[in-house]
């Protein structure tokens, strides 16, 4: 779908990204979580949240599974970790479990991904992004 930029400080998205298309809030489904519980869905389903007014920290994860096959088109460089299959395209920067938790190599790798990723975020934005985003 085409997504907007919108850059508010509000949205917690590295370009503050909308779907630009009418959506209809009335069929919407609102799902109400408790403290430490989950929602999964499908990337591709219009999602979104109001404020988060606790004193806790709202935590979001992406996991996307997709066969080796699949390749970047944004990023020059992009990593997975090979879960099933044979990445013949070779389409990928293959990355091995953590050794450890927080190890100074697997910090190493994390600080080169996430600078690799925010060149693709970046690509083609009209204003500065969020500082968590930025070198």
Request: proline share 4%; aromatic share 6%.
């Amino acid at each position: 779908m085409p997504h907007r930029d919108t850059y508010d400080e509000t949205n917690l998205l590295s370009r503050g990204q909308e779907v630009d298309v009418e959506v209809d809030e009335g069929e919407a489904v609102d799902v109400i979580l408790r403290s430490g519980q989950v929602s999964f869905h499908h990337g591709r389903i219009f999602h979104a949240s109001g404020p988060n007014h606790s004193a806790n920290d709202r935590v979001g994860l992406v996991f996307r599974f997709l066969t080796p096959e699949v390749g970047q088109i944004v990023a020059k460089r992009d990593y997975a970790m090979l879960v099933r299959g044979v990445d013949r395209g070779h389409n990928w920067i293959h990355v091995a479990p953590p050794l450890r938790n927080f190890g100074p190599d697997d910090l190493r790798l994390r600080r080169q991904v996430e600078q690799d990723q925010a060149v693709a975020l970046g690509e083609g934005a009209t204003h500065a992004m969020h500082a968590a985003y930025q070198d």
